[in-house]
């Protein structure tokens, strides 16, 4: 974080709870292709808390990917700053599974491996954790993945591999879960298990930031945050639920 102050529209979208994990200060990336320059992300200022939901909601093409990939690290962001803990962070990309876990929009399972061995992946990864494999176990189960456990990412339904996805991200107890629409191929039934997951994370001190189009996520979510041309403002959460379809 800069000593600059910060101003009060930056303010509204940031918390004052106390465990502050990750904080963006005025962060922006633009895409340039060919003539054309994109500003996906503008001066975008946010933190997620320990134990928070917070929901990132806009239309398509507003941002939100982007967003994400730049707090990730797996886009660099052309101006801002982003803060870990309360510190400075160079590269977000270089924090391992136990500190921030995405569930991508493209999902990013790996293809010859099973179900069961994509939720292990960050145990196998050397982050290893006391009843590690109880809890590939338990998420498996909440996801109702336990029957496709031994099946490849290529046999299973788009749902299936998205909560496949799901797992792998919390199978650490992360400090930091990012997900890019994780209901977006849930059917109702699954939309709220995924929910009910995400709450328990939450419910556990793991900071959401989730990207959606979903109503009744943000009817879970503590703030609502809406991108739109790249910019970021703080918005109700009733609001939103009340506005519904321009979700
Ligand atoms: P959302 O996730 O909200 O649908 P995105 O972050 O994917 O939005 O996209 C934001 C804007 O940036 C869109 O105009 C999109 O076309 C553009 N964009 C995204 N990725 C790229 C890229 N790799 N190159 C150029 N433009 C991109
Ligand atoms: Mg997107």
Do not use: F
């Amino acid at each position: 974080m800069s000593d600059t102050p910060v101003s009060a529209a930056d303010a509204v979208a940031t918390s004052s709870r106390a465990t502050r994990i990750l904080e963006a200060s005025k962060l922006s990336k633009t895409y340039r292709r060919g003539p054309e320059n994109v500003r996906a992300v503008a001066d975008v200022s946010l933190s997620v808390d320990a134990g928070e939901i917070v929901a990132l909601v806009g239309p398509s093409g507003s941002g939100k990917t982007t967003l994400l990939s730049v707090l990730a690290g797996w886009e660099h962001a052309d101006a801002g700053e982003i803060s870990w803990t309360g510190h400075p962070m160079a590269d977000p990309g270089t924090l391992g599974w136990a500190d921030m876990a995405i569930v991508p929009q493209t999902l990013g399972l790996v293809e010859e491996l099973s179900v069961r061995e994509n939720v292990e992946l960050p145990l196998r990864l050397g982050e290893s954790i006391d009843g590690g494999e109880a809890r590939v176990e338990a998420l498996l189960d909440e996801l109702g993945l336990t029957r496709l456990a031994e099946r490849l990412p290529a046999e299973i339904s788009l749902g299936e591999q998205q909560r496949t996805a799901l797992a792998r991200a919390l199978v650490l107890s992360p400090s930091v879960l990012m997900a890019d629409e994780p209901t977006g191929h849930q059917d109702v039934e699954w939309t709220r298990g995924v929910l009910r997951v995400i709450e328990d994370a939450a419910a556990d001190g793991i900071a959401c930031l989730i990207a959606t189009h979903h109503l009744a996520l943000v009817r879970y979510a503590h703030r609502v945050l809406r991108i739109e041309d790249g910019r970021l403002t703080a918005v109700a959460p009733e609001d939103v639920v009340a506005a519904g379809d321009e979700l």
